[in-house]
Nanobody, 116 residues
């Protein structure tokens, strides 16, 4: 299984970015896909997930949107109204639906830097 995240970069506060995560080596539609982030000096935290429903960390609700294209084996994270505190390495992850809540597969991360 490989998860390839992309789309990170440098953006000014208030700007937008769209992250993508291309998956291979799995039956994509059978997996819950999630986005996590790790800011400098902090622990990795949950951002959003999508299965048949979508789930968001409270601070990103209304600003971030997770979506998936099962035909392209890709999950997206549209991030709007970005804030400096959103600066982090963003990781995508996959977990088989119906299995343990712990995500089994992880991508390599893509850096998002939001300048003030």
């Amino acid at each position: 299984v490989q998860l390839q995240a992309s789309g990170g970069g440098l953006v000014q506060a208030g700007g937008s970015l769209r992250l993508s995560c291309a998956a291979s080596g799995l039956t994509f539609s059978r997996y819950r896909m999630g986005w996590f982030r790790q800011a400098p000096g902090k622990e990795r935290e949950f951002v959003a997930a999508i299965s048949n429903n979508t789930y968001y960390e409270d601070s990103v609700k209304g600003r971030f949107t997770i979506s998936r294209d099962n035909a392209k084996n890709t999950v997206y994270l549209q991030m709007n109204s970005l804030k400096p505190e959103n600066t982090a390495v963003y990781y995508c992850a996959a977990n088989l639906l119906g299995s343990s809540p712990k995500y089994r597969f992880w991508g390599q991360g893509t850096l998002v830097t939001v300048s003030s």
